[in-house]
């Protein structure tokens, strides 16, 4: 089993800039690709970045270029950076743990609330 923890959330102005962070613990498998993902209400949940050990990354269209995730992984930690964020940036988000059989593992989620 592996558990995922993430912080970071909060209620921030369009333009202003947060920082999540999650961190797993457990079954933890080094190769393992990590991300976040959101889920605004009434919308499916949707990726919004993901890192591969070797720290490939790949980003949804919508934050490319604002958005950016990072890993520790002697910390089992992944962080999103969000800068410039948008009303429609509002959502929960929640951490993603892929391990070594293709099993996802979520976190609780955190809020991010971006106002105008």
């Known amino acids: 089993q592996v558990q995922l923890v993430e912080s970071g959330g909060g209620l921030v102005q369009a333009g202003g800039s947060l920082r999540l962070s999650c961190v797993a613990s457990?079954?933890?498998?080094?190769?393992?690709?990590m991300g976040w993902y959101r889920q605004a209400p009434g919308k499916q949940r949707e990726l919004v970045a993901s890192i591969t050990n070797d720290r490939n990354t790949a980003y949804a269209d919508s934050v490319k270029g604002r958005f950016s995730i990072s890993r520790s992984n002697a910390e089992n930690t992944v962080y999103l950076q969000m800068n410039s964020l948008k009303s429609e940036d509002t959502a929960v988000y929640y951490c993603?743990?892929?391990?070594?059989?293709?099993?996802?593992?979520w976190g609780q989620g955190t809020q991010v609330t971006v106002s105008t």
């Open positions: 457990g079954n933890i498998f080094s190769m393992a690709v």
């Open positions: 993603n743990y892929i391990d070594r059989y293709g099993r996802n593992y």
